[in-house]
Structure formats: C-alpha cells, structure tokens
C-alpha cells in the first residue's frame, strides 16, 4: 500500500490504551495517514513496538506508508506544542476528565480534533451532574460536533473539534434513532434500553485489576440508574427532552462487544415487516449497519474486531412493544473505528477507507 501525497498527520494521544492501541491497529492501515506522534502519561522507554510488541503490522512496509519510521515512534509523555507541530489532526483516547482538557489544548492551537471521551458530548450542566465534574470551557464546548456518523454527516464534515459518542450511546441510538423519528413510541412511556458490554469497555487499568477470577463466569449490572450515556442517548432521541430511557449496563465476561436490547411501547399497533422494511430504508445505503430480517438475532461475534452493526426487531403483539437489539464491537464501531469513520467524513475520504476488517470468528 503506497503513501499518497495526501496523507494527514495523525497524532494518537492515549496510544497505550484500549481505544489508542485500535487506533493505531486501524489507523497503520488507512492509506491516507501518516502517523507522526504517539503519546501517553509520560515517556516510554522503547519504542512503540517494545510498548505493544503485538502491533507487528506496523513493521512491515508492504502494509504500512512508513514502516521504519513508525517502529521508531516512541511514546512521549504528552504535550501540546510538540503534538500540534508534529500533526494536522490529533485522536484523544483519554480518560474522561483529562481528555477534554488536552482536546481543548489542541484544537486551541489549531489542530483537528477527535476526541474519544465523554467530555464533550454533554452541555455544561448535564456534564456537571452525570460526570460529577468541571467541563470544558464553553467556547471548547461550543465548537464540539457529535459524531454519530449516519446521523450527522454534514455537520462531521466541517467540525474542527469531533465528539465521538459513547459505546453504549451508539449501539442504542443506532437501534433507536430510526423508530423515535419516525414516532413510534407512545409520548411520555420511557423506553427501557438493557445494555450489556464486553470489559474492555471498561479501559486498560481497569480491566488489569478486574482480575479472571472475578470476571469469569460472572455477570452483573452497574451504575444503575446513573450511567452517564442516558443523557447523551436522550439528548439525541430528542433534543427537546421529550423521550426518557431507562439505561441498564452490565458486565458480560467477554473482552469485546456490546449488546443493546432496546424496548419502546409502541403508539399504534404495527406489524415486524413494517418496521423491517422501515428500517431497511434507512439504513439502507449504509456501509456499516445491516438490519437483519425478522428472525434472526445479532450476535456479538458478527461483529467482534469489525466497525459494523447489526440491528435486529422484533414486535411483541402481546404487550404492544417493540424489541429493536444492536451488537457492536465496542472498540470499534463503540470507539476507534466509528472514530476513523468520522475521520474520513471530515476529509472527504470513503466512508470505508482503514476499516475494511471482516469481523473475528469465532
Ligand atoms: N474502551 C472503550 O470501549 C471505549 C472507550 N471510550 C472512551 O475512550 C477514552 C479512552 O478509553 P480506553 O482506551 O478504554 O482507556 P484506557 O484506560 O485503556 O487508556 C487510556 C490511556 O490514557 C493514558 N492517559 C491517562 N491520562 C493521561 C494524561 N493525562 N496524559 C496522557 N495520557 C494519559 C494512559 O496512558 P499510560 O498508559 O501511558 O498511562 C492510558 O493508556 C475514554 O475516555 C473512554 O471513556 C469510548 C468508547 C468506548
Ligand atoms: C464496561 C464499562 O465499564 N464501560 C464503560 C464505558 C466507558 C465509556 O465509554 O465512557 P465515556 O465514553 O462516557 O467516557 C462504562 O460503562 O462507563
């Protein structure tokens, strides 16, 4: 894969972590980037790959643009000006909390911004009350786009400062998004969203002291009833506050995926085809979301290591709901690939360009 003229400098803040190391996974891939500066919380000693040795790819020039000179990248403890001269546009995969901080650094001084956090997918006041802390600075706020990519090109396509949403919130509002338009559910009934993801939702530390021994063969529910992604979904179904969920997360012992089980009390009766081939339309000309026909059921490993989604619905004639399920990979689609998808709408790329991977199975 040859180096085009064109290529961007890329810049990957956070390259030691889950969404960093995807990232970079993808990214080493896409043949219009250039990775020039990698970084992390502070200096590694070796480069790049005594870091994440298992990034073999990023050796071999026959797969890369610059194979030699991104084996020799080293992770360098973050900072501003040295990334800003190193790249035309920075991804940010760092915890909430400093993500939004080193975002507002870079796009102050005139980078490209996709940041993967939560910080800037909220207003001030919702931020304050679901995440428990300051946010950004308004003008920061202010100039985020949210990059739910099927819905809101247009606006990806300029934004200087991209929001990446939530895992949860994509793999929920792309299983919602279309019957809420379209009026579906009954005003006024909450919809109950049961949301289920792999524990590398969870980030790198993290997962390192949930050790085997509590995870395996266990599974559990957590922040109930205070998951920060309900006001980020329901800002979205509904900008105007008038559509509540009730958000359910739970711990699966898997490392990948998300598992969105979605159910909306309808306003009218409707029949499974109906709303089959409703959603077929919407989706229709997309690259990355499939709607299955009635019957079958999405399954994490459809998607595992991939960027796509798979939308499943059924209707429960009995109680008048409507079950609309969504599996994504949650570093993929849930991060780092819809991440790169958004990257290539605000360049004018293919949509598809770096995220050509097939899912993992089994
Ligand atoms: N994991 C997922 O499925 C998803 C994650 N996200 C969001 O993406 C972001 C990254 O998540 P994830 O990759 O899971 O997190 P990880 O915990 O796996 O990685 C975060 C990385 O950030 C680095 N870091 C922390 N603080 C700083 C700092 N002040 N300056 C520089 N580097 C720092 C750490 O580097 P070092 O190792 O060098 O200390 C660490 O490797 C989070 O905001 C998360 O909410 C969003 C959607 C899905
Ligand atoms: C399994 C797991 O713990 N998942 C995380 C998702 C993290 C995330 O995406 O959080 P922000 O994007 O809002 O920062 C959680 O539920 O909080």
Redesign the pocket.
């Known amino acids: 894969m040859a180096e085009t003229a064109s290529a961007v400098r890329v810049g990957i803040i956070g390259a030691n972590g889950y969404s960093g190391i995807e990232l970079l996974r993808t990214l080493s891939l896409h043949p219009h980037v250039h990775i020039t500066y990698v970084a992390g919380s502070r200096d590694a000693d070796g480069g790049l790959l005594a870091e994440q040795p298992f990034l073999r790819t990023l050796t071999a020039p026959a797969h890369t643009h610059d194979g030699a000179s991104l084996a020799a990248l080293k992770v360098q403890q973050f900072d501003p000006d040295v990334c800003a001269a190193a790249c035309d546009v920075a991804f940010v995969g760092l915890?909430?909390g400093s993500?939004g901080q080193v975002a507002a650094a870079l796009y102050e001084r005139g980078l490209r911004v996709i940041d993967?956090?939560?910080?800037l997918?909220l207003p001030a006041e919702a931020y304050r009350t679901w995440?428990g802390r300051d946010p950004v600075p308004d003008a920061v706020l202010g100039a985020a786009v949210y990059g739910l990519t099927e819905w809101r090109r247009a606006s990806i396509a300029t934004a200087q400062l991209l929001s990446n949403p939530?895992?949860?919130?994509t793999a929920t509002l792309l299983a919602l998004l279309p019957a809420v338009r379209a009026g579906l559910n009954r005003p006024g009934a909450p919809i109950v969203v049961d949301a289920k993801?792999?524990?590398?939702?969870?980030?790198r530390k993290?997962v390192q002291s949930n050790l085997l021994g509590e995870l395996a063969e266990n599974f559990y529910p957590?922040?109930v009833g205070r998951?920060?992604?309900t006001p980020?979904i329901e800002q979205m179904l509904d900008p105007d506050g008038g559509v509540r969920i009730s958000l359910t997360?739970q711990?699966l012992p898997v490392a990948r995926g998300i598992l969105s089980a979605c159910h909306v009390m309808l306003e009218r009766p409707v029949t499974v085809e109906e709303v089959y081939q409703f959603y077929q339309d919407c989706y229709a000309a997309e690259p990355f979301v499939h709607v299955l026909p009635p019957g079958q059921v999405p399954q994490l490993k459809h998607v595992r290591g991939s960027n796509h989604c798979d939308i499943a619905i059924a209707v429960d004639e009995r109680t008048g709901l409507l079950q609309v399920f969504s599996v994504i990979d949650?570093l993929q689609k849930?991060?780092a690939g819809q991440a790169v998808q958004n990257f290539n709408v605000m360049h004018g790329f293919a949509e598809t360009e770096g995220l050509w991977a097939q899912p993992m199975y089994p």
């Open positions: 915890p909430s993500a993967l956090s939560g910080d997918r995440y939530g895992c949860y919130a993801s792999g524990v590398s939702g969870a980030g993290a957590y922040k998951h920060q992604h980020e997360t711990l949650n849930g991060a």
